[in-house]
């Protein structure tokens, strides 16, 4: 049963400039958006009481709060469903915190990335320092006990000081889980038309990441590659789905879903997808395809992957299979044996990428 689902609300009152995401600032299509997307859920959603919901963009904040509540009464929730909303501190005001709250809303994510005012304005966000402080400060008197801050590493001219003291000022915040992300200059954004100067390196962002992994571990429990908490009840139960390949739908512009071997991408063009918000075009993955995106995404997890259940899923002998690259990354010492399966290690993470490309079977 599909019991996690995704929104995606595009828009956006300014693109950032490293955002690759589908959004922009087209508020005058909201409306139709709006219908589009109910008729969509309208027609896949099975009525089943659901275990996750994601309102992410895009700028959910920018919606007014009884769209947003509009969007919530076409599910079946209950105490259970996490229901997570991303927001931008520019938008975050307490009267809107507390209708959230009210209509179910139980988690946020809030889009901090910095500090620094002039880092936030070279990398376009529209928020200052203290518009990040008056949201946290609303947050917690609406009454959330649970929310995210993101962060970003690799941005020009940030050396490792410089992001050292950002850790140590979301530290002092206590938010109950950080997310944090290199920054990867994408095509379709600004700063790929543009780029940035004096972006640290490759082997910079390492040294950041393992910074952040040190300072953090100290007060957090390290569960995903980018992701902290303070305790297992503030884990991500929506993205924890991801990452085991759960199936999920995913609503609206751009969004994607996976329903046991198959996958699929909405429509990233607006005026495509209004008018037909129930077109869906599904990849059939094979069972080769799907054994090594539980390897790629497994592997995120800092616990690993489990081979038995791999194994019962799939009818095979994952171990046997990739025999010859379990035990190369095991000699190197870039993964470990658990008593499950394999996991990286701390210095595997730092070249996952090219790790996990050794597991594609061509």
């Known amino acids: 049963m599909i019991n996690c689902y995704y929104i995606h609300i595009p828009f956006c009152e300014k693109k950032c ?9 087209l508020l005058k299509f909201k409306k139709d958006y709006l219908e ?6 309208s027609f896949y959603y099975n009525k089943n009481p659901i275990k996750t919901l994601y309102i992410g963009g895009g700028t959910p904040s920018l919606l007014e709060e009884d769209e947003i509540k509009d969007i919530i009464s076409n599910f079946k929730i209950n105490k259970n469903t996490e229901i997570t909303i991303e927001l931008n501190p520019k938008s975050t005001d307490y009267k809107k915190l507390k209708k959230y709250k009210n209509i179910g809303i139980n988690r946020i994510s809030l889009g901090v990335q910095n500090f620094d005012d002039k880092v936030l304005s070279e990398i376009g966000r529209l928020h200052t320092k203290k518009d990040i402080y008056e949201a946290l400060e609303n947050i917690k008197k609406a009454g959330f006990d ?3 801050i993101d962060l970003i590493y690799g941005l020009a001219n940030q050396t490792k000081q410089d992001w050292e003291r950002t850790l140590d000022e979301a530290i002092s915040i206590n938010p109950p889980h950080i997310s944090l992300y290199g920054l990867k200059i994408e095509e379709g954004t600004y700063f790929y038309k543009h780029p940035p100067k004096n972006l640290p390196d490759e082997d910079m962002q390492a040294i950041m990441y393992e910074s952040a992994v040190r300072k953090l571990k100290k007060y957090y429990k ?5 992701n902290f908490a303070k305790e ?5 139960k929506h993205n924890i789905n991801y ?3 759960g199936s999920y739908w995913g609503f609206g512009l751009s969004a994607s879903g996976y329903i046991e071997n198959k996958r699929y991408t909405n429509t990233a063009n607006l005026k495509k997808y209004i008018n037909n918000p129930l ?9 080769q395809q799907q054994t090594e995106e539980e390897i790629f995404i497994g592997l995120r997890l800092l616990k690993g992957i489990n081979f038995n259940k791999i194994n ?5 002998d994952i171990f046997k299979k990739y025999e010859k690259e379990f035990l190369k990354y095991i000699d190197l010492k870039l993964m470990k044996k658990t008593k499950f399966g394999v996991k990286l290690t701390q210095k595997g993470i730092l070249i996952s990428n090219n790790i996990l490309c050794d597991f594609i079977k061509v």
Do not use: M
């Open 279 to 287: 077109e869906k075009n599904y990849e059939i993955l094979s069972k």
């Open 243 to 245: 990452w085991h390949l």
């Open 222 to 226: 390290h569960y995903e590659f980018s």
């Open 36 to 41: 589009a997307l109910k008729k969509e859920i």
């Open 17 to 25: 400039k490293y955002c690759a995401f589908c959004s922009f600032e």
């Open 146 to 148: 649970n929310f995210s």
């Open 312 to 316: 019962k899923k799939y009818n095979i």
């Open 232 to 236: 297992k009840k503030y884990f991500s």
